[in-house]
């Protein structure tokens, strides 16, 4: 497995790749790598020749600056687990790399794909994921990126900036991954104790509500309130969203979910973590 920190010298290694007539994957990450991480490798893995992880903490997608300051960094387990994983490029960049000292990005506008939900609580936050996929995109230049569902509104996000501007590039979306009690695997949840870590199962709790709300045919719309009611109860999470929407365009489907691709989403702060998750509910 190779480190690597500069895009030149990617970009000579991937061109050595394709003298080769070997596809390459790309799983672009912030570290902190968990089983979901590890899953997207394996699904790259099993599609790809070669496989490129990214690791790089790209500032311009935190709108919250003690969010960034507070990102946990574990670069020696990260770089165990790509070796374990079979990876064959690291690409570890730092910032002036990637921004070349300019941090402002260009807004993006893909409609409510990227004005609502997390659109709408964390602004501009889309507009630096945009800005740094774009980038690495360009110096991978993957026939393969491998995306986590677990930032289901994010895939909806890329996959939209790759039909525009990287009609070659497949994106694959990969399943959610969670740990045994339920809580979606993120990097942040290292920063909860065990009492946040408790309240924090509420999320996939009230999507299951909502799963069976849907299975039962009962009324979602109330479903909603019931859970808004009861997060405001709770002491220590702030509930951001909950909804259910369809996956790709990302407008609500309230009143009309019974068509595929509906899923249920949320978002809450808990203890001042931010946490998301959602599931497919038809
Ligand atoms: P991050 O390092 O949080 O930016 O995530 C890098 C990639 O891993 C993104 O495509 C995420 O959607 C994906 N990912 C993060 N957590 C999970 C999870 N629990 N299950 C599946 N994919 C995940």
């Known amino acids: 497995m190779e480190t690597i920190a500069s895009v030149e010298k990617l970009q000579s290694r991937i061109e050595h790749f394709r003298t080769q007539m070997l596809t390459v994957g790309f799983v672009p990450t912030m570290g902190a790598l968990h089983n979901g991480h590890k899953s997207l490798l394996q699904i790259a893995r099993n599609q790809c020749d070669v496989v490129v992880l990214s690791i790089f903490v790209n500032?311009?997608?935190f709108n919250d600056p003690q969010d960034f300051k507070s990102?946990?960094?574990t670069m020696d387990e990260d770089l165990s687990m790509a070796s374990a994983e079979g990876v064959d490029l690291v690409f570890i960049p730092n910032v002036q790399e990637m921004y070349g000292g300019n941090l402002s990005v260009d807004p993006v506008d893909y409609g409510s794909i990227t004005k609502e939900y997390e659109g709408l609580t964390r602004k501009g936050h889309f507009d630096g994921v945009v800005a740094i996929v774009r980038k690495l995109f360009q110096a991978v230049n993957s026939d393969a990126s491998f995306f986590g569902e677990k930032d289901l509104?994010?895939?909806a996000v890329i996959r939209r900036l790759a039909s525009e501007e990287f009609p070659n590039m497949k994106i694959v979306g990969c399943p959610l991954v969670r740990d045994a009690d339920g809580l979606a695997m993120s990097s942040r949840n290292i920063r909860l104790d065990a009492n946040g870590r408790n309240r924090a199962l509420?999320?996939?709790?009230w999507l299951g509500v909502l799963r069976i709300a849907a299975v039962e045919g009962s009324d979602i719309d109330a479903a909603l309130e019931g859970i808004r009611m009861e997060a405001a109860a709770i002491e220590n999470i702030d509930l951001e969203y909950v909804d259910v929407v369809d996956s790709?365009?990302?407008a609500t489907r309230r009143g009309e979910w019974k068509t595929k691709g509906?899923?249920?989403i949320v978002a809450a702060n808990v203890d001042g973590v931010r946490l998301i998750d959602n599931c497919a509910i038809h």
């Open 262 to 264: 509906s899923h249920a």
């Open 59 to 61: 500032p311009t997608q």
């Open 153 to 155: 509104q994010q895939l």
């Open 202 to 205: 509420n999320l996939s709790r």
């Open 248 to 250: 790709t365009t990302f």
């Open 71 to 73: 990102y946990p960094l």
